[in-house]
């Protein structure tokens, strides 16, 4: 892991106009920007004003932690945090790795990693919600399969699913076995250049209560998925469409190693995984093999490719930057503090609250506390 610098440029800009959460990453120019320099401390914001201070304020939310670590700045989240693909600066590029759990949003149509078999050829599979985790308190509870009216008792072997959907009483319990049956029925199949594509042709739910189904289910230590997919013996990820959208039906994708090509994903018929949704750029995004890990590259998108990161994560690239909501948080490393550097000044009138925090706040020299430019 290459060691990066000493200094941390933070730079907040806010997107005061699209709505649905998304920033409009063509137009960066209009946002409002705050910057500061130096090392580790905490950003906190109040009302749409952000501050900084090294001292923890228990009763307040940071939006961002940074410590620096050794050689290396230890960024911490409390809100769930993106980064940004195109704006990573690091010695392999603009490519960002995905891995079990990951989300990765294009505009505003989410992917999830549910699976993957690394080069290791260990797997991991992403969480489950509650919901999704069977029950097996009365071990000797009769249940009676509500699609083969057989009965019997919760079992690995005879796996009844039980809490899936708001269904109760003698519509609640149904053989894993026969609703994986049923619902292999709805999936379209089709082989690609990159492994397989699973395509629903209706909802994935409930036939009586019309609940989402989950697509796999956890009982004791194990995963058992709601269809049919056989897995390859080397390495792997699963992505799951998980847009909310009603007429969107459910989508799996497995992407395996020996992929002919990158994979394209856009709204573009030349995509290799086609979304129809208009904050989604023709050719949006790219996925491929760099390095034995799965990654993904922004080809300069309207919204952006965003991908989820981890509560606390390593700044291990030149620069980034984080989407928190409607905020882009950019960490840039740094040598020296330019003297030269353009001030930011006039743009801290625009949040005034801010310029009376910092001129109170005594500017100091050393590497591990902030100062502002040009003082
Ligand atoms: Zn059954
Ligand atoms: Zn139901």
């Known amino acids: 892991m290459p060691t990066y610098k000493n200094n941390l440029e933070v730079l907040i800009k806010q997107d005061l106009k699209q709505g649905m959460g998304l920033i409009d990453h063509e137009q960066t120019e209009s946002f409002h920007v705050w910057k500061f320099r130096g090392g580790s401390t905490n ?16 009763n307040k939310k940071y939006l961002v932690k940074v410590n620096k670590q050794g050689n290396q700045y ?63 308190n009365d071990i000797n509870k009769i249940y009676q ?71 796999r289910v956890q009982y004791e230590n194990e995963y058992f998925d709601l269809f049919t997919l056989e897995r390859p013996q080397f390495q792997y990820i699963l992505i799951e469409n998980v847009n909310k959208e009603k007429n969107v039906f459910g989508e799996i994708y497995l992407i395996h190693a020996l992929l002919q090509d990158n994979i394209k994903l856009g709204r573009g018929l030349q995509c290799d995984i086609k979304v129809q949704d208009i904050t989604v750029s ?11 890990n799965f990654v993904i590259e922004d080809n300069k998108s309207k919204f952006g490719t965003l991908v989820s990161i981890n509560k606390i994560c390593y700044l291990d690239c030149i620069s ?12 840039i490393q740094t040598d020296y503090i330019h003297k030269g550097a353009p001030s930011t000044q006039h743009k801290l009138t625009q949040l005034p609250q801010i310029s009376k925090q910092l001129e109170e706040d005594e500017p100091q020299m050393d590497d591990d506390s902030f100062q502002l430019e040009n003082q």
Not at 43 to 58: A, C, H, L, R, T
Not at 164 to 171: F, M, Q, T
Request: glycine share 4%; aromatic share 8%.
């Open 145 to 215: 399969c509500r699609f083969c009216f057989m009965e019997g008792k919760q079992s690995r072997d005879q796996l009844f699913l039980t809490n899936i959907c708001r269904c109760v009483g003698n519509s609640q319990a149904v053989h894993l076995e026969c609703m994986r049956y049923w619902v292999d029925s709805n999936i379209t199949r089709e082989e690609t250049q990159f492994g397989l594509s699973l395509k629903w042709n209706k909802q994935h739910e409930c036939s009586i209560c019309k609940q989402t189904l989950p697509v």
């Open 43 to 58: 950003i906190y914001e109040e009302n749409s004003v952000y501050y900084e201070s090294n001292d923890n304020q228990p």
């Open 282 to 292: 023709r050719h949006h995004a790219t996925i491929k093999l760099s390095q034995d």
């Open 74 to 136: 230890e960024i911490m989240l409390v809100q769930p945090t993106f980064i940004v693909v195109k704006d990573i600066k690091s010695v392999s590029g603009s490519e960002y790795p995905i891995m079990a759990n990951s989300i990765i949003r294009l505009g505003r149509v989410e992917y999830r990693v549910i699976e993957e078999r690394n080069k290791q050829m260990q797997i991991t599979y992403a969480e489950v919600k509650n919901q999704e985790s069977l029950q097996q």
């Open 320 to 331: 980034c930057t984080l989407q928190i909501g409607k905020l882009l948080i950019n960490l």
